[in-house]
């Protein structure tokens, strides 16, 4: 082949490749207009501004007991095994009484928003029951291998509900619902890790793609991950989601990274995310002990007229009262709150913060002010000392002076013995409710020192 040819090759190759790519484009536009008809906007780019302002996200005790009933009447044609009637039953009684777990809480929001023409998309290695059996999005058929979905049946005009079990490559699943939910942006297109701590055998997508996309390529993606994660004394490969990790990637409003504690939190949360007129990857470390832990029930009220918190106050702290601050995140709160009432603490105001971020700077400024008679300010929390939140809030909000009471500074997320679990827990409780700065370095260094 002449030098001659060779470049008349090229030259023709390159102008397939630029038809193509336009023909690509035009079929992409005609698609997506297709798909969301009136639906159908230009999102706008994030500010910090769309985290400051109130997100509609509230839903009638109406419609949500209408969606409720029919997400828990199963068909009279088929038959189901005995322990699907008993878990029917249960929810049903949690409507009648208006108080919601965990479970009724995530699958009311998948309801109510396929209802509202939002399509939801659920995959992850065992999404349909939930890695610890609270969701059961899916019925088996007793003796064959027929399943039923009850939010496929919401409505006659809803939008599709998807859940799959997928197969156990974390990378290769994580980087198909990122293109998924790329190209579904009217929908809420979620991955669950069994628990968060695989995470770990994806994180190039995360760092490539779920972090840095906006900013490399303007690229907006509204996926939502969820990463079982809480310090219970199951070991080291089952406890951390890596918090850490996602909050050193946290730059210039990249995403969200949130921690819920409450079922009405967390519905309000995942309703926001299709609700925001934006479009930012939302990671969001979900419970396990707490799914069915007896503190963890909603209101059904809270549904309707709340929204998603950023930060929840002390419920029961008296501001003339309160001498200490203790901000906290996730499952550590409950154990917090326990040891607080068992011991008639009542200088102690406990903070959960559920957005760290995009840190609600207006939230916690307004709990600091309404406590403006405390002295000392905690940061609490599970995870090393080098690991979980505190690197990060440490380094952004060092003005406020936090000290922090956590476990050792380790290699390894957590211990593999029980026994070893609890000590660290109790120093952690002694040191959060330390009552002077001697007392609290006393008890900050017991912790430190709780592996010697």
Known sequence: ??????????????QLLESKYNESELI????????????????????????????????????????????NTLPDDLKFFKKVDRIVSDRQTMINDGRLDWAMAELLAYGTLVNEGHP???????????????????????????????????????????????????????????????SRPNGLTIWEA??????????VIVDQYISSAYEKWGMMNGLTLFL???????????????????????????MQIVVPTTPANMFHLLRRQVKMNIRLPLVVFTPKSLLRHPMVISQIKEFETGRFNEVIDDPIAVPELVENI????????????????????????????????????????????????????????????????????NRKLSDFGFKVVSR???ASPAV??????????????????????????????AVKKNHE
Not at 36 to 42: I, Q
Not at 152 to 168: G, I, R
Not at 419 to 442: G, M, Q, T, Y
């Open 120 to 182: 939801v998309r659920l995959s992850g290695q065992d999404s349909e029951r939930g890695t610890f059996a609270h969701r059961h999005a899916s019925f088996v058929v007793e003796g064959t291998d027929e399943k039923y979905f009850p939010l496929k049946y919401v409505s006659e005009k809803q939008a599709p509900f998807h859940v799959y079990n997928s197969l156990l490559s974390e990378y290769a699943v994580l980087g198909f619902e990122y293109g998924y939910a790329l």
């Open 194 to 203: 069994q628990f968060g701590d695989f995470l770990n055998v994806a994180q």
């Open 28 to 71: 992409e536009k005609v698609r997506i207009k297709k798909f969301l008809g009136n639906e159908f906007k230009d999102f706008e780019l994030p500010h910090k501004y769309d985290f400051e302002s109130e997100v509609k996200t509230g839903v009638s005790i109406k419609i949500l007991k209408e969606i409720a009933v029919k997400i």
């Open 408 to 410: 050792k500074e380790s």
């Open 228 to 254: 079982p994660h809480g310090f219970e004394g199951q070991g080291p490969e089952h406890s951390s989601g890596r918090i850490e990790r996602f909050l050193e990637l946290s730059a210039n409003n990249n």
């Open 1 to 14: 082949m002449s030098l001659e040819e060779s470049k008349s090759r090229i030259k023709e190759f390159d």
């Open 326 to 393: 203790v901000f906290t995140s996730g499952r550590l709160y409950y154990d917090l709150e326990k040891f607080q009432v068992e011991n008639g603490i009542t200088n102690t105001a406990v903070v959960r913060l559920e957005q760290i971020f995009p840190i609600p700077h207006k939230q916690i400024s307004q709990i600091l002010k309404k406590y403006n008679k405390s002295k000392h300010l905690i940061w609490a929390q599970d995870e090393p000392e080098n690991m979980g939140a505190w690197p990060f809030i």
């Open 416 to 445: 593999g013995l029980m026994e070893k679990h609890k000590k660290e827990l109790e120093h952690i409780l002694n040191s959060a409710f330390a009552v002077n700065e001697r007392e609290l370095a006393e008890t900050t260094g």
